[in-house]
């Protein structure tokens, strides 16, 4: 299984929120590039970027693409990626893959509209058993709704996060895991809630692609090369 370390950033710093809660933030550092490229450094293939003020407003910034693709490293990008153009042009700005949320929600088709599905990832972003959009902000729609539009559009890889747990390092949902994993028959990359290495361990036996850890890697709850270890 992939481990993903995450670098979150809001107003041009590494942060981590809450529960998807824009009120609570923990900032980490100045220099998200200098971050993600300490995971690459310590083994991460990829890193998962999200700019969180795109995500909010659906207008991202298409600096960070520029200076992460510059800097060398390899990155997964999300946050107010919501069409087709958008994300031909993040993928253009040097990024391996990207992450779509909203329009994976509501406008599945967009992302069959992008190129090589293999590079495209449908974010589901699941609050009281509904997948949101807008920054976690919308009504949302059920999950087997959502499960249903992405696969009719041809889409492979589910980002699958349970807000709930998101930045708390409780435990992943691993009931929320199986069930979208048994509905969609697609790869799946778990986030939200992991703590410990156990959890990459139960995430790992789930059959989950990979995994994006946060927090607990900020908070240094294991290094990066312990999570690599225990997801072999």
Same mark, same amino acid.
């Given at each position: 299984?992939?481990?993903?370390?995450?670098?979150?950033?809001?107003?041009?710093?590494?942060? /981590?929120?809450?529960? +998807? !809660?824009?009120?609570? =933030?923990?900032?980490?550092?100045?220099?998200?590039?200098?971050?993600?490229?300490?995971?690459?450094?310590?083994?991460?293939?990829?890193?998962?970027?999200?700019?969180? #003020? +795109?995500?909010? #407003? %659906?207008?991202?910034? /298409?600096?960070?693409?520029?200076?992460?693709?510059?800097?060398?490293?390899?990155?997964?990008?999300?946050?107010?990626?919501?069409?087709?153009?958008?994300?031909?042009?993040?993928?253009?700005?040097?990024? !391996? /893959? =990207?992450?779509?949320?909203?329009?994976?929600?509501?406008?599945?088709?967009?992302?069959?509209? =992008?190129?090589?599905?293999?590079?495209?990832?449908?974010?589901?972003?699941?609050?009281?058993?509904?997948? $949101?959009?807008?920054?976690?902000?919308?009504?949302? /729609? #059920?999950?087997?709704?959502?499960?249903?539009?992405? $696969?009719?559009?041809?889409? +492979?890889?589910?980002?699958?996060? +349970?807000?709930?747990?998101? %930045?708390?390092?409780? %435990?992943?949902?691993?009931?929320?895991?199986? !069930?979208?994993?048994?509905?969609?028959?697609?790869?799946?990359?778990? #986030?939200? %809630?992991?703590?410990?290495?156990?959890?990459?361990?139960?995430?790992?036996?789930?059959?989950?692609?990979?995994?994006?850890?946060? $927090?607990?890697?900020?908070?240094?709850?294991?290094?990066?090369?312990?999570?690599?270890?225990?997801?072999?």
């Amino acid at each position: 299984m992939q481990v993903i370390p995450a670098v979150d950033i809001l107003e041009g710093r590494v942060v /981590r929120l809450l529960r +998807g !809660r824009y009120d609570r =933030v923990t900032r980490y550092s100045d220099d998200p590039v200098e971050v993600a490229g300490q995971w690459v450094s310590q083994g991460a293939d990829l890193v998962h970027v999200v700019d969180l #003020s +795109g995500a909010r #407003s %659906g207008n991202p910034d /298409r600096r960070i693409w520029e200076v992460m693709a510059a800097a060398g490293i390899p990155f997964q990008v999300g946050g107010g990626i919501r069409d087709a153009s958008m994300a031909r042009a993040a993928l253009s700005a040097g990024a !391996r /893959r =990207v992450v779509m949320g909203t329009a994976a929600v509501w406008n599945p088709e967009a992302l069959g509209e =992008v190129g090589p599905i293999e590079r495209v990832v449908a974010a589901l972003d699941i609050r009281a058993g509904r997948a $949101r959009g807008a920054g976690w902000m919308d009504e949302g /729609r #059920s999950v087997s709704q959502a499960v249903a539009g992405l $696969r009719q559009a041809g889409v +492979g890889r589910l980002l699958v996060t +349970g807000i709930e747990r998101d %930045g708390a390092m409780t %435990g992943p949902d691993l009931e929320l895991l199986g !069930r979208v994993q048994a509905l969609s028959e697609m790869a799946v990359i778990a #986030s939200g %809630g992991v703590g410990d290495l156990a959890d990459l361990e139960a995430v790992a036996t789930l059959g989950c692609e990979a995994v994006i850890v946060g $927090r607990a890697l900020y908070e240094r709850r294991f290094t990066l090369a312990e999570a690599l270890s225990a997801s072999t």
